[in-house]
């Protein structure tokens, strides 16, 4: 690449940090509280995950739910959540307008107590991080673009590095060059493991998890199975990733109770087998704790139960090689059908092992470290970049980096070509930034 290509690298580099910087710095932050979600609320909330109620009477599960449907007036039961020893039962209720609760049985499946879905630590965390706890297209798309735009700043940083030379020791270096060279340093040192953390989340992204989806869906070899299943709601966070939207089976409905379904008081629906009887099910279908129950919205659903590498849910985690979806029928109990990790196309496997390592939980507490390391040397390097632009700023002027001093170059079109066939929303975004580019020079060009 010519001096033109540095220059105009340098300058791109320059004003994409400038603007997303914010954006950086809340996506870091939120993910290193998210990094840490699960020990924040086994202390937080440790009352409702680990204690037990004043009342010492033995209840069923079924009839701690129906207890929990009485007390929480307005609200059904749509999943049971069954955790590993010690941690409490769990269930998510939810009403009318979409409001959830997750309410508590101990061991004697007696309540102990509900909590505010949203107001939990992890989804307040998870919501800052998605979608800057606004929400919307829009915003979803902004954060996804602040990733793009940061794979695009770490490959130029490298560039600019090494064509440089800021690494090059240098005799009585001034305050600017040190800052140049630290920047540059840990810039360097972070940008294979910083692309992996931004590529393992794309998953979740709006246009581009969304893409990466459909390809898994429409090409069963790389990617999920083909076995038809009805989407899951948004809100079934602990649904699997590889299957989150992939069709249910139906049940059998000939067992199906057809007459007044008004006095119903959860999401099954007539002659539907109890909890406490689909927990035999599934014991006989040799699946341990920690899964989950979804419950059936239609006559002709099925029980959905599952075990995610990426549930979002304390203690409900599993490793990728356990991770699992099956379906058993909500009259009988049968097990329908099952779709397992063995199951996932190569896509399907990667990101299911992707996920977790993003969110820090692939293989305990050093995965933890490794990633909280690289996000504050993220923060760091942000910092620096900035430090470095104030040491040589001019009072008064913004200093950006010299015009570049020839055209386009073949090798800059085909990186940038690259990077926006790899990352869509960027590639988008490079076209905008081309016309508003053309436009300005239009204008200078029309007052000459």
Known sequence: MKKGNYNRLWKWHFYAALFIAPLLITLTLSGIGYLFYTDVENKAYDDLFFGQSEK???????????????????????????????????????????????????DNYEIIGSQTAKQTFSNVMREIHSSLFVGGTVVNYLVELAACW?????????????????????????????????????????????????????????????????????????????LKQQPPTSDMSEIPWATRKNEAPTSDDTHAHHGNMSDMTSMSYGSSISVEQLMTKVEEAHISKPYSIIYSSTEEGVYTVSKGSNTGITGLDVSPYEEMTTYFDQYSGNLISKVSYQDYGILAKWFTWGIPLHEGHLFGWPNKLINLSVCLSFLFVIFWGFKTWLSRKKEGKLSTPPKASSGLSIGFIIFMVILGLIMPLFGISLIVVAIVEGIIYLIKKEKK
């Open 150 to 226: 940061a794979i695009f700043l770490l490959f130029t940083g490298l560039y600019m590095t090494f064509k440089g030379r800021a690494l090059k020791k240098v005799l009585n270096p001034t305050k600017r060059q040190k800052n140049k060279n630290l920047h540059a340093l840990v810039g360097t040192i972070i940008t294979i493991p910083m692309i992996i953390v931004i590529f393992t989340g794309l998953p979740w992204s709006a246009f581009m998890g969304n893409f990466i989806y459909s390809v898994a869906q429409d090409h069963p070899s790389i990617g999920n199975p083909t």
């Open 56 to 106: 010492t009477e033995q209840l069923t599960i079924d009839e701690g739910i129906e207890k929990a449907i009485e007390q929480y007036k307005g609200y059904s039961v749509s999943k049971v959540i069954l955790l590993d020893d010690p941690y409490n039962t769990r269930l998510t209720m939810t009403n009318e307008d979409g409001d959830q609760k997750y309410v508590f049985l101990d």
